[in-house]
């Protein structure tokens, strides 16, 4: 009998254990800084990408996606990953061309290397082995504990403002401009006198005429600077970051605890984030543009080809320096060329020229026919002699 009662008594301890509410396990927090203010459009990729994950993983993962200055200064989240100082960031990879130069080529390069679109420079990452060599640059090259996912799809950039017109080489010559990147080097190859600094220094120096040009990204992000307010002349398109990619990077540990499902969760998040913002952001930039225009007063005009193809010219220069210099630049870039030998001229072929459809329902209007030259004076009647 007591056996029986002892089974009993036991049965009913599992019965009310097991009836117990189940302690739900706590969301995991990452805190990740980004390299801009929160006033900017990049900004909301951010939050786009910190939204989905909470979203996709029901609350077990969430981002604290804090902007620039937060924790670091915008140009030292890397190293604050690293050291896991924060736990990611949210940037740019051609901010570490200080460290290695390959650093530009995983932001889709200069000229969009090769001729690449943004879709060709995704190819290369995901179907010709860039990812690999992206992930090998931080942990082998640079000897840093990060991991780097693209997210940020922040192009075709513009050429940039000025404070007067650019005609020529010539006029573009001796200018003082703020630029970043390698893009720096280049436009220094080129004759321009180049300033680095952050986005948000841009403004104040321009009205304090420390500069006389600069360069941030185009359209609705320098509308939210306020460069109309400085300066009327406006050109696009540049080369120099027409297929621009930001980054997501995450502490290697950090990575490594994270269950396999939170990591492809994250990986899924960034990959939509990438086309989602882009679409969203390619519709501001269009209302931008009709809002500098028509409101402002700025002259939007096209930057003129001779620059275009001194700018890839130069750039052709500098990276057949630095491949010489450098094996692991050469690798990349040499990654980056064979695929985009396989890609860009096929789809050169196969697609419709832009122009195409868009002169066919929006044809460009003519220039304003220049006025009609004054009629060229009589010659005067000989002299009477």
Same mark, same amino acid.
């Given at each position: 009998?007591?056996? &029986?009662?002892?089974?009993?008594?036991?049965?009913?301890?599992?019965?009310?254990?097991?009836?117990?509410?189940?302690?739900?396990?706590?969301?995991?927090?990452?805190?990740?800084?980004?390299?801009?203010?929160?006033?900017?459009?990049?900004?909301?990729?951010?939050?786009?990408?910190?939204?989905?994950?909470?979203?996709?993983? $029901?609350?077990?993962?969430?981002?604290?996606?804090?902007?620039?200055? =937060?924790?670091?200064?915008?140009?030292?989240?890397?190293?604050?990953?690293?050291?896991?100082?924060?736990? !990611?960031? &949210?940037?740019?990879?051609?901010?570490?061309?200080?460290?290695?130069?390959?650093?530009?080529?995983?932001?889709?390069?200069?000229?969009?290397?090769?001729?690449?679109?943004?879709?060709?420079?995704?190819?290369?990452?995901?179907? !010709?082995? $860039?990812?690999?060599?992206?992930?090998?640059?931080?942990?082998?090259?640079?000897?840093?504990?990060?991991?780097?996912?693209?997210?940020?799809?922040?192009?075709?950039?513009?050429? $940039?403002?000025?404070?007067?017109?650019?005609?020529?080489?010539?006029?573009?010559?001796?200018?003082?401009?703020?630029? =970043?990147?390698?893009?720096?080097?280049?436009? =220094?190859?080129?004759?321009?006198?180049?300033?680095?600094?952050? !986005?948000?220094?841009?403004?104040?120096?321009?009205?304090? $005429?420390?500069?006389?040009?600069?360069?941030?990204?185009?359209?609705?992000?320098?509308?939210?600077?306020?460069?109309?307010?400085?300066?009327?002349?406006?050109? =696009?398109?540049?080369?120099?970051?027409?297929?621009?990619?930001?980054?997501?990077?995450?502490?290697?540990?950090?990575?490594?605890?994270?269950?396999?499902?939170?990591?492809?969760?994250?990986?899924?998040?960034?990959?939509?984030?990438?086309?989602?913002?882009?679409?969203?952001?390619?519709?501001?930039?269009?209302?931008?543009?009709?809002?500098?225009?028509?409101? &402002?007063?700025?002259?939007?005009?096209?930057?003129?080809?001779?620059?275009?193809?001194?700018?890839?010219?130069?750039?052709?220069?500098?990276?057949?320096?630095?491949?010489?210099?450098?094996?692991?630049?050469?690798?990349?870039?040499?990654?980056?060329?064979?695929?985009?030998?396989?890609?860009?001229?096929?789809?050169?072929?196969?697609?419709?020229?832009?122009?195409?459809?868009?002169?066919?329902?929006?044809?460009?209007?003519?220039?304003?026919?220049?006025?009609?030259?004054?009629?060229?004076?009589?010659?005067?009647?000989?002299?009477?002699?």
């Amino acid at each position: 009998m007591r056996r &029986h009662v002892s089974l009993i008594l036991a049965l009913a301890v599992v019965l009310a254990a097991g009836s117990q509410p189940t302690t739900a396990q706590a969301p995991i927090t990452l805190k990740m800084q980004a390299s801009w203010p929160a006033a900017l459009t990049l900004y909301d990729n951010f939050k786009l990408f910190a939204e989905r994950v909470e979203k996709i993983s $029901g609350g077990r993962l969430k981002i604290e996606a804090m902007p620039a200055g =937060t924790i670091v200064p915008a140009f030292e989240v890397l190293d604050a990953t690293n050291k896991k100082v924060l736990d !990611g960031a &949210h940037t740019w990879a051609a901010y570490w061309v200080g460290k290695h130069k390959a650093a530009v080529l995983f932001t889709g390069g200069p000229g969009g290397t090769f001729g690449m679109d943004f879709i060709d420079a995704l190819g290369w990452m995901y179907e !010709g082995g $860039g990812i690999e060599l992206y992930q090998q640059f931080y942990k082998d090259v640079l000897k840093l504990n990060v991991v780097p996912i693209p997210i940020l799809p922040a192009g075709p950039q513009a050429f $940039g403002w000025f404070k007067r017109p650019i005609k020529n080489l010539a006029d573009f010559k001796g200018m003082k401009c703020r630029e =970043t990147g390698i893009a720096a080097e280049v436009f =220094t190859e080129m004759g321009m006198r180049v300033v680095n600094m952050p !986005g948000g220094e841009i403004i104040p120096s321009a009205e304090r $005429g420390v500069i006389d040009c600069a360069e941030w990204v185009g359209g609705v992000e320098d509308l939210k600077l306020g460069f109309q307010n400085v300066w009327k002349y406006y050109y =696009t398109p540049g080369m120099h970051e027409n297929v621009t990619i930001g980054e997501l990077i995450i502490n290697g540990d950090v990575w490594a605890k994270l269950a396999p499902d939170l990591q492809e969760i994250i990986k899924a998040a960034a990959h939509e984030t990438f086309f989602r913002w882009w679409a969203r952001w390619q519709k501001q930039n269009a209302e931008a543009l009709k809002e500098l225009q028509e409101k &402002h007063k700025v002259q939007i005009l096209k930057t003129p080809d001779e620059i275009l193809y001194a700018f890839l010219k130069a750039w052709d220069k500098i990276a057949a320096r630095e491949a010489e210099k450098d094996p692991f630049f050469k690798k990349v870039l040499e990654s980056q060329r064979a695929y985009a030998r396989l890609v860009v001229p096929a789809k050169r072929f196969a697609f419709p020229n832009y122009d195409f459809a868009a002169n066919y329902y929006w044809p460009v209007k003519p220039a304003a026919a220049a006025a009609p030259a004054a009629p060229a004076a009589k010659p005067a009647a000989p002299a009477k002699k």
